[in-house]
């Protein structure tokens, strides 16, 4: 007899139906407790750069013309944000920098990092990411967050244009650097040129520049005409499909399966995948606060907005099999080219797709178990090495 994974999608229960109708439950954590769709803050974004040394052709600062008069934070600024972050959030949670690019802004970088209570995040396109700056980010267990679109200059040709070689060299060489002494992280943002290679720029990333902390996101739409608008999501979630079978083999965290793949085993719903407004708050370098620095594009947006088009309040998402895993995408996209259901057009297809696949892997791997501790034990071995990043500092 054939034995099927059952997926319950509004409780996250996970089981194996075995002979005579017997069902073995595969969930490392077997309660499921809904939460409240608000959480106390725990992050703080900080655009503390609104310049770039970059002009990516997809950026959506860049090409949504995101224009503030105050472009670096002041060292001023830095001291009230980050005073009120140590009082409100401190150890229990974490501060990212972003831009723009921050190391254009180095002196105020360096200054939130030395004087963080909680964990800090530095958003980086690495193109400045020299010996000096690794070390004291290392020393301070900051964690770099960085961005490389692929192995081939075509990859990089939107990322680094006009000096695609040189800054693609750069770039790879301080990204290795950097993981000798840090936890790193890279995004590859996904478009036509790389959808075909995305196995590939992932061992890349992992032979090559030593890092094993990966993600693979399509990229936003931008109010401005850019080929990314026409992105191929068909063709994108069969890559994400692809990339399980490499994570297993490498036991390499990608964002994009180990968060579903980590909600299902511990039966954690998650209910947003976007903090604005609900666990974050975010900083503009003048200090001004606001939801999102690209819905502040858009006029009259507010939060209800973006809270009506999440699936644990959306009506049309109560029968889809990503309910409680998808988190309704990005507002900005929404809003931007909705679907009928109304959030980002490319998220319903992609979610239903990636998360059928991933109960159909588990299903494979679990044909040959004599019970139910035999089961669990694989689910441990081959899954859960894939939920959290493996960092090698």
């Known amino acids: 007899m054939k034995k099927k994974v059952l997926f319950d999608p509004k409780t996250l229960s996970l089981d194996l ?13 077997k309660k499921f407790s ?5 959480k106390p803050i725990d992050r703080y974004r900080l655009e503390v750069s609104l310049i770039c040394d970059l002009k990516c052709r997809y950026c959506v600062v860049h090409m949504n013309r995101i ?36 190391l254009l802004n180095w002196r105020v970088v360096k200054y939130i990092i030395e004087n963080c209570k909680g964990e800090t995040m530095l958003f980086t396109n690495a193109y400045k990411l020299d010996e000096e700056k690794i070390n004291f980010l290392s020393r301070y267990r900051n964690m770099v967050l960085t961005s490389l679109d692929g192995y081939k200059l075509k990859h990089n040709e939107d990322r680094f244009y006009p000096d695609v070689k040189n800054r693609f060299r750069q770039v790879c060489k301080n990204i290795k650097q950097a993981a000798k002494k840090c936890r790193v992280g890279i995004s590859c943002v996904v478009h036509q040129k790389n959808v075909k290679d995305l196995v590939s720029i ?9 890092v094993k902390s990966l993600s693979f996101a399509y990229p936003h739409f931008t109010v401005e005409k850019t080929d990314t608008n026409d992105f191929p999501m068909e063709k994108y979630t069969a890559g994400i499909c692809k990339l399980l079978k490499f994570a297993k083999k490498e036991n390499v965290y990608i964002d994009q399966i180990g968060k579903i793949i980590r909600a299902i085993l511990n039966r954690e719903a998650n209910f947003s995948a976007c903090k604005v407004g609900i666990s974050q708050r975010t900083f503009y370098p003048d200090g001004t606060e606001t939801l999102c620095t690209k819905l502040d594009t858009l006029s009259n947006y507010s939060i209800n907005n973006f809270l009506k088009i999440l699936p644990v309040c959306n009506y049309k998402c109560q029968s889809c099999i990503a309910v409680n895993l998808c988190g ?8 931007i080219f909705p679907n009928e259901i109304g959030v980002d057009r490319r998220i319903c297809f992609h979610y239903q797709t990636l998360v059928s696949f991933l ?13 139910e501790n035999e089961a669990l034990s694989i689910i441990k071995k081959k899954y ?10």
Not at 17 to 29: A, C, F, I, P, S
Not at 202 to 210: G, P, S
């Open 202 to 210: 992932a061992d890349f990333f992992v032979k090559e520049l030593d």
């Open 359 to 371: 109960i159909k892997d588990i299903e494979a791997e679990l044909q040959t178990v004599k019970s």
């Open 384 to 393: 859960l090495p894939l939920v959290l990043p493996s960092w090698k500092v």
């Open 34 to 38: 809904p939460v409240s769709i608000f």
């Open 67 to 102: 224009n503030r008069d105050q472009k670096l934070m002041s060292r001023e600024v830095a001291e009230e944000i980050l005073k009120r972050f140590n009082n409100e959030v401190g150890k229990r949670g974490s501060l990212m920098m972003i831009g723009g690019e921050p």
């Open 17 to 29: 139906e075995v002979e005579d109708g017997r069902r073995w439950n595969l969930n490392l954590k």
């Open 328 to 335: 309704g995408g990005c507002p900005w996209d929404a809003a």
